[in-house]
T-cell receptor, first 112, second 115 residues
Framework: LAKTTQPISMDSYEGQEVNITCSHN???????ITWYQQFPSQGPRFIIQ???TKVTNEVASLFIPADRKSSTLSLPRVSLSDTAVYYC?????????????FGQGTELSVKP | GAGVSQSPSNKVTEKGKDVELRCDPI?????LYWYRQSLGQGLEFLIY????????KSGLPSDRFSAERTGGSVSTLTIQRTQQEDSAVYLC?????????????FGQGTRLTVV
């Protein structure tokens, strides 16, 4: 299971772009990179997933460099409602026994 | 159902009592996960099921914790002889199959308070 490292916390202001980087130096060939968002008092929810290059959806963008040893979640023009914990997960369904392990995540605080 | 359903949403129990927490996954989802989240902490992985089978129970904190899943659907997490340190939010998630590459859907959780 690829180990991930991400900042414990980040602060931002409304309207700014926020980039959260996750390091995963021992990512395996079959591994995908998945990000979840957790609001206070709720379960996490899937935001975005990618394998390489760039992925964009209505919520965020995910940038993955060619060596795939890191990934960056980009939130455009954040609002107060984006205050949450963001988790980076790396793995696949075949080589890690099916576990879905969440690290400590990055606590994003958006201020007015 | 439309989403993952957990019951009860809140449970207050006395120290030493047994509790059962229930999770109804999304219909057709074969993978089911249980987590524990203490106040201000991250998600602690407890156990997962692939169908009715739990391949790895090493995440369960002690032998007071057990879980089962029947009919490939509903799962129950049982905590025997509850202790105050068991107080936490217990979250359940399901997905169409196991793995990071498959989206998991979480329930709202059961907040357990042991007094």
């Amino acid at each position: 299971l690829a180990k991930t490292t991400q900042p414990i916390s980040m602060d931002s202001y409304e309207g700014q772009e926020v980039n959260i980087t996750c390091s995963h130096n021992n990512i395996a060939t079959n591994d995908y990179i998945t990000w979840y968002q957790q609001f206070p008092s709720q379960g996490p929810r899937f935001i975005i997933q990618g394998y390489k290059t760039k992925v964009t959806n209505e919520v965020a963008s995910l940038f993955i460099p060619a060596d795939r040893k890191s990934s960056t979640l980009s939130l455009p023009r954040v609002s107060l409602s984006d205050t949450a914990v963001y988790y980076c997960l790396v793995g696949d369904g075949y080589n890690q026994g099916g576990k879905l392990i969440f690290g400590q995540g990055t606590e994003l605080s958006v201020k007015p | 159902g439309a989403g993952v359903s957990q019951s009860p949403s809140n449970k207050v129990t006395e120290k030493g009592k047994d509790v059962e927490l229930r999770c109804d996954p999304i219909s057709g989802h074969t993978a089911l996960y249980w987590y524990r989240q203490s106040l201000g902490q991250g998600l602690e992985f407890l156990i997962y099921f692939q169908g009715n089978s739990a391949p790895d129970k090493s995440g369960l904190p002690s032998d007071r914790f057990s879980a089962e899943r029947t009919g490939g659907s509903v799962s129950t997490l049982t905590i025997q002889r509850t202790q105050q340190e068991d107080s936490a939010v217990y979250l359940c998630a399901s997905s169409s199959r196991t793995g990071v590459d498959t989206e998991a859907f979480f329930g709202q959780g059961t907040r357990l308070t042991v007094v």
